[in-house]
Structures are given as structure tokens and as C-alpha cells.
């Protein structure tokens, strides 16, 4: 990472928008709001000119998600295979993002909430290494940037839909896991990476595609999976199991 470059600069400066003018304006903006993480667009870009140049540049057909995403995924890839020692974590998980207000949208959102609110779920894959202090050996986490991030619309599903088509079905919410750390891609060569996720992961299609591609993963179970063998010697259901191993009792 170059210390003298703004984070605008570094994530979208290498954009092509199809106008320079376009990227410059994209660069400004995103180190605006770096300025003022918080609060709403007006917020941020208190200058009416500004807000309303930014408002032209998102509603531009050249600016979309998938091309703000991949300048931003490209840079924090080259972060994470830079030779810094130290594990790098990739933390997947999703937040909701409430449009109920936007009417002009309502045909591309989905449920949200207790089901009374409408918008995306924006599942979140994102890179923090683990850096070991030279001093004391102590952790320190280093935020790398995002390497995927999934805007995803629940559908509307028949409510006698069965359990073999709830599998089948693509657009099912389990298989965000799946997406995230397949666009995230392998591991730069001689990093050590680890995916983790919570309990909406415990999969078998996610565990089996970790085992399979041969990544490091952590997950919250869910389920009280049985075992091949068990963990302690007595028990074959992995709770207990996991429970009274010798490494629980630390």
C-alpha cells in the first residue's frame, strides 16, 4: 500500500469509467466520505455541487457495483499477498440494507427485518490480517479491504414449497456463504488464509466445497452433527463431544 495515496485514490484510481473526469470525481467522493463515515449523503457531501455531481456519477451506466467492487477487491488483493508476515482471517457475514421508502425499487428488494421491511441482504466477505507485534508478540489486526460483497434480494417462495425444492433452488439464502468465499478465490501463494463464518454457514454444500478446494475455515456449528469417531472417546454427537475434549477444558 502506498501511504501517500488517499484511500480513494488507491481503491478507485485505477477505475476506467470511460471519462477520466468520471474517476476523479469517484476519487473525491469516496475520500469525502472517508472524512464523514456517519450520517446520510448530505451529510458527507454537504457542498450542493458535490452531492449533486455524485448523484450524476451513480446514476452514470459505466458506474456500477461490480465495477466499484472490483477496483477496491483488486487492491485488497495485492495487500493480502504482500510479504507481511501473519494469518489473514476472511470474515464473512451479512447485514441488511433497509429500502422500504424507495418505491421505484420495490420490484428488485426482498424481505428484511421481521418481514415488514424491504431491501437487500449485503453479505460481506473481508480480509483483516493477523499481525504478530514485533515488541511483545502480541496480535494486532490490520483491516485489508473487502473481497466480495453479495447485494442479494430474498425471492418470493410458494409457502408449500418442499424441502427437496427449497434445496435445489439457487437463489436460496444458505448458499450466500457458498458465493462469498468462492468470489474471493484462492489464497495468494504463501499466505496463510482462514475463512470464517457463523452458524448459517453449517452447511454440508459449504463444508464439503472448503474440505474440497482445501481452505482453512471456522465456523459456529448449528447442527449437533454425529461423528466418524469420536472427539473424547465416548461421545459420537459433536456437542458433547466437543464439550468434554481435552482442549475445552483448556
Not at 485505477?14 to 451529510?43: F, K, N, Q, Y
Not at 458527507?44 to 458535490?50: F, Q
Not at 424481505?111 to 483483516?128: D, E, F, K
Amino acid at each position: 500500500m502506498d501511504a501517500g495515496l488517499s484511500f480513494g485514490k488507491q481503491n478507485f484510481g485505477g477505475i476506467e469509467l470511460g471519462d477520466a473526469r468520471r474517476t476523479a470525481r469517484l476519487v473525491r467522493s469516496a475520500d469525502a466520505m472517508c472524512r464523514h463515515p456517519g450520517g446520510t449523503l448530505p451529510d458527507k457531501l454537504p457542498k450542493p455541487a458535490d452531492l449533486r455531481a455524485f448523484y450524476r456519477l451513480m446514476d452514470c451506466d459505466r458506474v456500477t457495483h461490480e465495477v466499484l467492487m472490483l477496483g477496491h477487491t483488486d487492491q485488497t488483493r495485492r495487500r493480502i499477498a504482500a510479504p507481511v508476515p501473519g494469518v489473514v482471517l476472511t470474515l464473512h457475514d451479512g447485514t441488511e440494507l433497509d429500502y422500504t421508502s424507495k418505491k421505484s425499487l420495490e420490484d428488485q428488494l426482498g424481505q428484511i427485518g421481521p418481514g415488514t421491511r424491504r431491501g437487500y441482504i449485503c453479505h460481506n466477505s473481508l480480509a483483516v490480517r493477523l499481525v504478530p507485534h514485533p515488541a511483545n508478540g502480541t496480535v494486532v489486526p490490520e483491516t485489508l479491504g473487502l473481497l466480495s460483497q453479495i447485494l442479494h434480494h430474498r425471492p418470493r417462495v410458494a409457502k408449500d414449497e418442499s424441502q427437496k425444492a427449497a434445496r435445489e433452488r439457487v437463489s436460496r439464502e444458505s448458499r450466500l456463504w457458498l458465493r462469498g468465499v468462492q468470489a474471493c478465490g484462492p489464497a495468494a501463494n504463501g499466505v496463510q488464509c482462514v475463512d470464517v463464518s457463523d452458524s448459517l454457514s453449517d452447511t454440508f454444500e459449504y463444508m464439503a466445497y472448503e474440505v474440497t478446494n482445501q481452505r482453512h475455515f471456522v465456523l459456529r456449528a448449528k447442527e449437533n452433527r454425529k461423528l466418524d469417531e469420536p472427539i473424547a472417546g465416548v461421545e459420537f454427537l459433536l456437542t458433547p463431544s466437543a464439550r468434554s475434549s481435552p482442549w475445552a477444558r483448556g
